[in-house]
């Protein structure tokens, strides 16, 4: 007779087999050169891919390593293209205030009035010319990459140089830099310890004059789009098609019937070219300064309190572990809101309000970026 084979009978034949494996009688385990080998592959494993540094934000970094790559990569190849679109955007809306604002103001304004538009809108102008030349042209400042004596507080993993306090590296320009703030795109270039006035100058500028154009330009933006909308409403009734709703001026007119008793003017291609540039100049230069004025205002906060956008970052996570300690973290370069703004536009006395603030100056800020001072400058307030 066959001997059939049970599921029991098959479980204990398998605890047999791997009772005699194993070395000891006290639970599973498997043999000693089972062990040795799974010990040297776990611990060239270690080898490969961890280190005592590593943590979660190490793995997440090596994840996204990449598309960070990637993305840098973009950003390298069209900074030009960002710098281009910055001076053609703002070329087209000075074509359209000297071609088509200027002369009617001209016609149209009393003298004391229109002096004051010429001397503002060209002061600003120049404000924001000077400005971003300066921020697109001036590098931010770098670490020496030979040896030195400078204080340092870590060493760059990919310069494999000493970082001075404030000092990051940037994946876009792949070099250190001090007082590092942020890439910009639109400069094509670092905002750093050398060029951070000049970034923040060009912003605070360039958002005035883009309020100055939205404030100036509106009575024409609302006669310009309704002359559009006119033209519109005759060019469809024309056509026969019905018209309702095509602006505030011919919205509950009846279908066959204009806002003249007498046939409108003509409005040729030069009226209708002046109205779209005007209405194109409004709607730019009002998103911008809705835009600009917010990031502006960010880093005018920022400055207030003796950090960059880095820092920011850092200082918050630093705050948060102190707070667990029972400490109370205290930002070493925050010197109060008056002297850091002295500090970072590069006043010393009274006069530079206007000649370093209000009109184009290319002087230096305090400090070389290596070294940073408890207090840089006076503690007694310049009278304002």
Not at 64 to 90: A, K
């Amino acid at each position: 007779m066959r001997r059939r084979w049970c599921p029991g009978s098959l479980v204990h034949l398998l605890r047999w087999m791997l009772l005699r494996l194993c070395p000891r009688r006290r639970g599973c385990q498997l043999p000693l050169w089972m062990l040795k080998i799974q010990a040297y592959l776990k611990l060239l494993l270690h080898s490969l891919f961890y280190n005592s540094l590593t943590d979660s934000n190490v793995v997440f970094d090596s994840l996204f390593e990449p598309l960070l790559w990637t993305v840098d990569y973009l950003t390298r190849s069209f900074g030009l293209v960002f710098v281009w679109m910055v001076v053609v955007l703002t070329t087209s809306i000075l074509l359209v205030a000297y071609i088509v604002l200027l002369p009617n103001a001209l016609r149209t304004y009393p003298t004391a009035w229109l002096v004051w538009h010429l001397c503002y809108g060209h002061w600003n102008l120049v404000m924001i010319v000077f400005h971003y030349y300066k921020a697109v042209k001036t590098a931010p400042g770098h670490p020496p990459s030979e040896k030195n004596d400078i204080p340092f507080v870590s060493v760059c993993k990919k310069c494999v140089i000493p970082k001075p306090a404030r000092a990051h590296h940037c994946g876009i320009c792949n070099r250190c830099i001090l007082k590092m703030d942020h890439h910009c795109p639109w400069l094509n270039n670092c905002v750093g310890h050398l060029n951070h006035r000049y970034f923040f100058s060009f912003c605070v500028f360039m958002t005035l004059g883009c309020i100055y154009c939205s404030l100036s330009g509106r009575i024409r933006f609302l006669a310009a789009y309704n002359a559009l909308e006119r033209f519109k409403h005759l060019e469809m009734e024309k056509a026969g098609v019905p018209v309702t709703g095509m602006g505030p001026l011919i919205g509950l007119l009846p279908t066959g019937q204009t806002d003249y008793a007498t046939p409108a003017p003509p409005y040729s291609f030069k009226e209708k070219i002046m109205d779209k540039g005007i209405i194109y100049m409004w709607v730019l230069t009002s998103t911008v300064a809705v835009v600009l004025g917010i990031l502006t205002t960010w880093h005018a906060l920022l400055i207030s309190r003796g950090e960059t956008s880095i820092e920011r970052h850092t200082n918050s996570k630093e705050k948060s572990r102190m707070k667990r300690m029972g400490q109370v973290y205290k930002n070493p370069f925050n010197y109060g809101k008056l002297h850091n703004w002295k500090v970072f536009l590069g006043v010393e006395k009274r006069s530079h309000w206007v000649t370093r603030v209000l009109l184009p100056s290319a002087h230096l800020p305090f400090g070389d970026g290596l070294t940073w001072d408890s207090y840089p400058i006076k503690k007694e307030p310049i009278l304002v």
